[in-house]
């Protein structure tokens, strides 16, 4: 009897499970897997739209040996562009981000006030508010064009790297705009340091650079390392993306299969992440 008491329970904690989890699974079903793999399905297909039907006809990888091989305009000449700029901008709304969020966090009159306006843009924009505003050509550095900073990063750097740069700081609010979550998930980092640790480094004598590289950065590292996953994937969702905006629905067997290769590029950039941060976390375990 009490072995079939248990078998009982046991199943009703089973049956609860899975009514409370059936919502999360179907939805992800229905408008995560199944888009994922019909996406993954047209990519091996010729794709023919017409006003009343679609048909589809297996080809295998010539789609993706065109944008790989044959015709790799999209891939090579609007891609790669975006990528440097990306390299570039990583380090810097993470840096940004982290200082910001240091700043935040001191006592200062009006700091909530400030808090808000840093997170403001994120519950008020758009990327197609972002878009018109870089399109009106608003959101650039005054000192720019005061300085020629353009011209000093175009004598010491190649034309490769030094394009890039100088959009990203022509377009600097979007460093702000996109730095919000960041500044947000920072705060909430360094709220979890005590202000003990800060207290005796003080009493040793330790100054306040002192403080920040041996209390202040190892203790925020997974807050770094978070940070990071959630800047490169929303830096890859922007709507400058060459690869968003070229999307079409009468090419859609070849724009699946330049999706996916684009889905495996962030997924080599998200692993370069983790190989990073999981060699500077064994250092900080090795180190204490």
């Not at 990071?228 to 079409?248: A, E, G, K, S």
């Not at 859609?252 to 060699?279: N, P, R």
């Amino acid at each position: 009897m009490k072995a079939r008491a248990r078998l009982k329970a046991s199943l009703m904690e089973y049956m609860e499970g899975t009514i409370f989890i059936a919502p999360w699974f179907i939805g992800f079903v229905v408008f995560m897997a199944f888009p994922l793999g019909f996406s993954l399905f047209m990519s091996f297909q010729k794709v023919t739209i017409t006003a009343t039907s679609t048909s589809t006809e297996f080809i295998g990888l010539t789609h993706y040996r065109y944008i790989l091989f044959e015709n790799g305009s999209i891939l090579y000449n609007q891609l790669l562009p975006f990528l440097r700029q990306a390299l570039f901008m990583i380090p810097i709304i993470v840096i940004f981000a982290l200082l910001i969020a240091i700043i935040l966090n001191q006592q200062f009159a009006g700091r909530t006030f400030f808090r808000a306006i840093f997170f403001l843009p994120v519950i008020l924009s758009t990327g197609e508010v972002v878009k018109e505003f870089l399109t009106q050509g608003e959101g650039d550095l005054g000192f720019m064009s005061k300085y020629d900073v353009s011209g000093l990063i175009r004598a010491n750097l190649s034309a490769t790297w030094s394009g890039p740069l100088i959009s990203i700081l022509d377009s600097f609010v979007l460093i702000l705009w996109y730095s919000g979550v960041q500044i947000l998930i920072f705060l909430g980092g360094r709220q979890t340091i005590s202000n003990s640790a800060y207290e005796a480094a003080r009493i040793d004598g330790a100054s306040p650079w002192d403080t920040f590289w041996k209390i202040t950065l190892p203790a925020m590292t997974p807050f770094i390392f978070l940070n990071t996953i959630y800047t490169v994937v929303d830096l890859f969702t922007f709507p400058t993306n060459p690869i968003l905006t070229r999307v079409r629905e009468s090419e859609y067997g070849q724009y699946s299969a330049l999706i996916w290769i684009y889905f495996l590029i962030i997924g080599f950039f998200l692993s370069i992440i983790f190989y990073i941060f999981s060699k500077a976390t064994k250092a900080q375990r090795d180190a204490a």
